[in-house]
């Protein structure tokens, strides 16, 4: 089955600055891989997600970029907010076949000092 | 957030017990799954249905039960064969293959302790 890891386990920036979190994948099937953010004691919420047919996606201050020959995508985070303090997750599944399975990491607590 | 609802939030056992947890969408959603959810873990997949009446084995299927007798709910039967029942236990639901991009929504979760 599809391994996802996930690097740094912890990540400390200062506000303002960026923050970066990369995941590797074993599955060259995977196509779908999105990122959740979790804060504390809540539920895990879908912050962006690209498709194995796009590079790179931006949302405002994230971005994700995809790198199907090496089988990495990463979440970047620009201009650091305490609010980005949260456990992130990165997911990959075969989609739109298969049965839109994720497999996760292991997630990366952020944490942004003021 | 609205569309997936737990319970209860926190639920304390005795070991030797079966217990039941709750999960409900009101999404129209096909599919659902289940998730155990340790610190310093990743989610960890337990079962998911895409379909009434139909459920899959996830990773860790080991000690619990699951059944998917409609659209709604797929409640989880916590039995006591699972050697270490205590955990963060997520729901999640999304539209099924071919009308969706896969993202799956997760409810708020329960908090089962066993003693």
């Known amino acids: 089955g599809e391994n996802v890891e996930q690097h740094p386990s912890t990540l400390s920036v200062q506000e303002g600055d960026s923050a970066v979190i990369k995941c590797t994948y074993s599955d060259s099937a995977s196509n779908y891989f999105p990122w959740y953010k979790q804060e504390l004691g809540k539920r895990p919420q879908l912050i962006i997600d690209i498709r194995s047919n796009v590079g790179e996606k931006k949302d405002q201050r994230i971005a994700v970029t995809l790198n199907k020959t090496a089988k990495h995508f990463s979440l970047h985070i620009t201009e650091t907010q305490p609010e980005d303090s949260a456990v992130y997750f990165c997911a990959a599944s075969i989609a739109p076949v298969g049965d839109y399975k994720l497999s996760f990491g292991a997630g990366t607590t952020v944490t942004v000092r003021a | 957030d609205g569309g997936i609802t737990q319970s209860p939030k926190y639920l304390f056992r005795k070991e030797g017990q079966n217990v039941t947890l709750s999960c409900e969408q009101n999404?129209?959603?096909?599919?659902m799954y289940w998730y155990r959810q340790d610190p310093g873990q990743g989610l960890r997949l337990i079962y998911y249905s895409q379909i009434v009446n139909d459920f899959q084995k996830g990773d860790i299927a080991e000690g619990y039960s699951v059944s998917r007798e409609k659209k709604e709910s797929f409640p989880l039967t916590v039995t006591s064969a699972q050697k270490n029942p205590t955990a963060f236990y997520l729901c999640?639901?999304?539209?099924?293959?071919?009308?969706?991009?896969?993202?799956?929504?997760f409810g708020p979760g329960t908090r089962l302790t066993v003693t």
């Open positions: 999640a639901s999304s539209i099924n293959v071919g009308r969706g991009r896969g993202e799956q929504y």
């Open positions: 999404l129209n959603h096909d599919a």
